[in-house]
């Protein structure tokens, strides 16, 4: 039993939403996949801070995994998650069903496209469409005025920040950072897939970028720093996937280093495929974007 | 000058309807291209009379045009289309510019698929993909209780009434009957185009479907129909691009009569486009979708 207000269906939340705005609340938001970790509660603790009303969705959506992809046997721990979401605490949980999401007919999609054209999109195609389409849904069912992303998925991050600024969603995207483990492995659901001794291969993916970072002062161009983290990855137990270096804005590949790149991975460990990235500015270079 | 408050920016309606909603209000939204008729301002009436604040748009959407077709000329007269919406009379209308619609670097679709690909989406690819897309921008923007669609776009209206059930826009879409000029042409804006004699072969259309409103007991298939229409059609000055009889709910081709049908035509009268429609029901079918 949990203390959170779950809520299943989504007229039952736009009626909530609609009720905590006629109060004045202020409603933050954290759209994930469940099985959760500091990474999600990273973003919770964050929207209980700059919010009055706290809402987490939690949906394993099935549109943006490829046929051969793990949708039927991506990690879930329902009770887990709501012992952890108690501890922020998060108010209301939306957790939907497929069917309630998706009626038989369902037949709009909502796409980003120069954004998810390369890094992930490549290797998951369709990917990227079903991560905005269900979050703009998710986003008209819990009208929230600020919705949380982690930086872990980059590409993502940027992808629902187009689509907030073209499809004019009124809603303050806040960014957070990367949480990791004390060994430095970036937090993901699916490093519940890793053996002890493919947890250790995994490894390799922070210290690419953790060597990246140490030398970037000593970088010329986006080649040296691709090489760098090349050299750290290219060992046994793991697959490269890709290494790319691209204009942290427009994801675009970085011709030079002169405004801020991010250095992408994404590399498989047995059957997992995971991913890391850096956000990598030169000291002259604009702090921000 | 008008009394109507004209807002630009999309940041300004915004916070208007913010405060209208705060206030208990309920928005009534009609989406226009301007160059207003008596089917635009029914729309409005309805709107005024259902809702306690009329919002109106005119916007001249760039991306629902194909590249051969007639945005650059496409008839405007705004100080005449706010006589006529003073006349309703609406609230506020929303005039933005393309570039605060569309910035450098926009690249975000919204897509409905099934519906879109018969009828006028064969011939007009692009076309509703623009449609949908402004359409969700404009509800994201004026953030309405109620908007309200012209049954003469026929095809454009269920592909928007999808849209907001799939995405799960909180909107109650209003379909509104087809308006005609006292000699049965359904208005459009595009009727302005038509010389004197285009005017009379242009009722070639509405002929038709008067022709098959008339004998639609007798029909005993799709194909009937389609014959009796194209019979009235097929003469000098007119160059029919289709007469389809589809599920008036998918819009796929009908297989019989007994669930209601729509009969659609398109045509071009020397330059000029023009549509028209009817749905059909037979009296043992449902009477509604």
Redesign the interface.
Known sequence: MTNIRVIRH?REM?DFS?AA?ARGERIGFVPTMGYLHEGHLSLMREARRRASVVVASIFVNPTQFGPNEDLSRYPRDFAGDCAMMESVPVDVVLAPEAQDMY?A???????????TRGLCGKGRPGHFRGV??VV??LF??V?PHLAFFGEKDFQQLRAIQ??V??????IEIVPMPIVREPDHLAMSSRNAYLTAAQRRDALALSRAIATVRENFAGAQAPADIVKLATKVLSRPGIAIEYVEVVDAE?LAPATSLQAPVLMAIAARVGATRLIDNVVLRQESSPTSR
């Open positions: 989504p736009m609609d705005r009626p007919r369902a037949q709009t999609w909502v796409e980003v496209t120069e954004l905005t389409t703009a849904k008209n069912i009208k187009q689509m600024a073209d499809l004019n969603f009124d427009t």
